[in-house]
């Protein structure tokens, strides 16, 4: 006699259904070409001078003249969504994204015969971000105005809307765009960690470079550059990309100073105590938690009794703390020390208009 936990059903049939529609309806998915189709996605959002093997042949050149008015290189990167902006925070948490993928998932990716487009569309923005850090305490973050965007409908090689560009720098600082981008380039360096060691050396320059200016010039950034904020404000402050970004370059040099930083804001940040219900490009706690996880896994010998609570308790697990109150302190992070010697730290970003 058959039983079921499930009421008024007969559990053979159920069974015998799952296997007859269900797993042959599984068997249909394609995933490698649902890669190839997801990587064809970023091709099509290209801004800049295209390359002779783009494969969506419908794009051209567009964005040509972007940072001519204020005088630097802003040609490249990726437009949001449908539009023609090119929005500094959501650009950097998806190349953040590219690479952590292909870090966790080269094989798989490289099996699909997808691994040369995953870096290249990494590489697309990664380069665009060398181009935007023009000094060590300046960051371009936004090129195009979402206003005049949303209201004309027009493809990007014909566009005629403003291409003012927007920058950050220590007075007008922009904390979460800083340390996301800083996140982008220490994780694309272990995408391209086998492949192109003298490219690793020039993101984590930047990295580090933009880390720091992250930390010691606080403020949110779309107080800084009014033009993002009807369309990417930071609700969660720059306490969780700071984390974010200091695990991120933690993983790419093992250097003990990100462990420390860590260590040292994980509660006052919320990266230990806020009950986590999204990850996005704003909220990056269910990241932090994620990566502290596998920290503890895979540095456990390495770590001190202290650095080895706080990492448990930022790792994944039900929490009903509030979300933590933003801060002003600067904590300037321990002398530079390898890992394994562990022992017992707004963005108008002015609208540049000359």
Known sequence: METCIIPTFNCGLLVKSFLIFV???????????????SLLYFEA?????????QRIKWRGDSGLIDGL?????????????????????????????LSWATVEYGEEISAAGELDNALMAIKWGTDYFLKAHTE??????QVGDGSTDHYCWQRPEDMTTSRQAYKIDAQHPGSEVA???????????????????????????????????????????????????????SVSGYGDELLWAALWLLRA??????????VDNAYRFGGATWAVSEFSWDIKYAGIQVLAAKLLTEQRPKLSAQQHRTLRNTSPRPSTTSAPASTSTHTTPPTSTALPEVSSSSANGTTSNT
């Open 179 to 233: 340390a996301e981008t800083a996140a982008a380039l220490a994780a694309a360096s272990l995408a391209f960690r086998a492949s192109s060691p003298d490219y690793v050396v020039l993101l984590l320059r930047h990295a580090r470079e933009l880390f720091e200016f992250a930390d010691r010039h606080r403020g949110r950034y779309d107080e800084s550059v009014p033009g993002a904020k009807g369309y990417y404000s």
């Open 23 to 37: 797993l042959p309806a599984m068997a249909e998915f394609n995933y490698s070409d649902a890669l190839t189709k």
């Open 253 to 262: 040099t093992e250097r003990i100073e990100y462990l420390n930083y860590v």
């Open 136 to 141: 060590p305490n300046v960051l371009w973050v």
């Open 69 to 97: 008015e204020q005088g630097v290189d802003l040609v490249g990167g990726y437009y949001d969504a449908g539009d023609h902006v090119k929005f500094g925070l959501p650009m950097a948490f998806t190349i953040t994204m």
């Open 45 to 53: 959002q290209r801004s800049g001078r295209l390359p002779h093997n």
